[in-house]
């Protein structure tokens, strides 16, 4: 049997908790890390509290995500932050592609692959999100529409020696409490490992594959269980740290079975 890759577990924040109460969270999930020794822990808190949160989180083994960012490294582009400045702010990963930055902001996959090959070249490591919506699932176009999004920015995977993470998050699925089931996700993240593993076997073996839509406590031991299941991208879970921590126990339990 293929060993299982050390799960990554990250907390998508969304525009919650960007002050004081940000920093209040990041230091209960700092608290949880000598207990999971086993799962890389990230968290993405709004821009606003970057900087204070990897502060929280220095010394400790939680990582800070940018929840978004701009290819350039400067210039007129009012409302943004580079790669430069998410580096500068104490993160190490960004999230990039999420369903709402395509949905509500007109995101195109260039877009989104552009952005991923400028944090890889920066030294940031993406979380590049792909995903079906629900119309999409329902016209049996679900791994269509995940292959051309991957296909997309899979040539800067390749590319570049630093490990990226891709979440898989039906659109669905997010914030919905609807979820896809373990065997439906496990056909699309299987279906992904594969594309990665026709451009190289060493990108499919390094990528962690997180599933993200309404990850809670009560489903994450199922979701984590499958073989190319690597972790999870939660959302309104990550914004309490006793859920957050029992996902992430979750997936530590399986690691370490
Ligand atoms: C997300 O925003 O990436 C997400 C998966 O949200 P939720 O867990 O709330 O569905």
């Known amino acids: 049997m293929t060993p299982r890759r050390r799960p990554l577990v990250a907390g998508n924040w969304k525009m919650h908790h960007g002050g004081s109460t940000g920093v209040e969270l990041a230091t209960e999930v700092v608290r949880l890390a000598p207990s999971l020794l086993h799962v890389d822990l990230v968290i993405a808190p709004p821009f606003t509290a970057l900087a204070a949160c990897a502060h929280e989180c220095d010394g400790s083994r939680v990582e800070v995500a940018g929840q978004n960012m701009h290819p350039k490294d400067s210039g007129a582009f009012t409302g943004e932050v580079s790669p430069r400045m998410l580096l500068d702010a104490g993160c190490t990963w960004v999230i990039l592609g999420h369903s709402e930055r395509r949905q509500h902001f007109g995101e195109s996959d260039a877009f989104v692959a552009e952005k991923i090959a400028a944090a890889l070249a920066a030294g940031l490591r993406p979380i590049a999100c792909v995903g079906e919506t629900l119309a999409e699932r329902e016209a049996g176009r679900t791994l269509a529409v995940v292959e051309r999004q991957v296909r997309a920015f899979l040539p800067a995977l390749a590319a570049s020696s630093r490990p990226a993470a891709i979440a898989y998050e039906p659109v669905w699925a997010i ?74 126990r979750a997936a530590e339990a399986l690691s370490t079975s």
């Open 175 to 248: 914030g919905t409490g609807k979820n896809a089931g373990p065997a439906e996700a496990q056909e699309v993240h299987a279906a992904i490992r594969a594309w990665l593993q026709a451009a190289s076997m060493e990108l499919a073996s390094d990528t962690r594959i997180l599933y993200g839509g309404s990850v809670k406590l009560d489903n994450a031991r199922d979701l984590l269980a499958s073989p190319d299941v690597d972790g999870a991208l939660v959302g309104g879970a990550s914004l309490d740290a006793a859920s957050f921590g029992g996902i992430a």
